[in-house]
């Protein structure tokens, strides 16, 4: 095989990776694999060494161009001789193409729920967020109106602004990346206080 490949030209070599990649995703239709199983070729053991060849696919340099991943799996079961040998009833077939009709039904209900719930979850840190804002804002209007003194009152007003700034961060304690904001909001009035002194 390595001396073919090595004659044949790039045309070729594309050609035949078109040819095997439509015909592995093919593979993904029970109906597909039943009509090859009542025409003989499961029982042709140049098809059957063919199938073996073609489990390339499964690297993912070369998976990442199927648009039908089932057929990968479909293939896995063609390796097994009593799977290839029930294809061939028509029944076993009608089952197959319904469960995967239902698995697809079930994913495609399951991944809006998971979109729903990811949007849903986007849209409360947001709201978390512009509350952080919120805080961030009325420490930096406590940062400026402290005033510096010699006694000390400076100070006062930073452990205070500093324990002020802290309560929304230890009550939050799930969310970290809110947590690094709500801290680098504090360190920005902290400097702002600095500027200030």
């Keep these: 095989m390595n001396s073919y490949a090595a004659i044949e030209s790039e045309e070729q070599q594309r050609r035949r990776w078109q040819i095997e990649l439509e015909f592995v995703q093919c593979l ?41 991943p089932m057929c990968l799996y479909f293939l896995d079961l063609l390796q097994y001789e009593h799977f290839r040998r029930e294809i061939v009833n028509s029944q076993c077939c009608k089952f197959i193409d319904d469960q995967a009709i239902l698995q697809w039904q079930h994913y495609t209900r399951k991944r809006i729920k998971l ?70 909001g504090l360190s920005t009035g902290a400097n702002i206080k600095l500027e200030l002194n």
């Excluded at 003989?40 to 073996?52: C, M, T």
């Excluded at 002020?164 to 809110?178: F, S």
């Design 115 to 184: 979109i729903e719930n990811v949007t849903a979850a986007q849209q409360q840190q947001q709201q978390q967020q512009q509350q952080a804002n919120g805080v961030e804002a009325a420490t930096g209007g406590e940062a400026a109106a402290a005033t510096p003194n010699v006694n000390g009152a400076a100070a006062t007003a930073d452990c205070q602004q500093t324990a002020t700034a802290l309560q929304p961060v230890q009550a939050q304690a799930g969310n970290p990346q809110q947590q690094q904001q709500q801290i680098n």
């Design 28 to 68: 993904s239709n029970p109906n597909y694999l039943n009509f090859l199983a009542q025409r003989g070729f499961f029982k042709d053991q140049s098809f059957i060494n063919y199938l073996k060849y073609l489990q390339y696919w499964k690297e993912p340099d070369y998976a990442k161009y199927l648009m039908y």
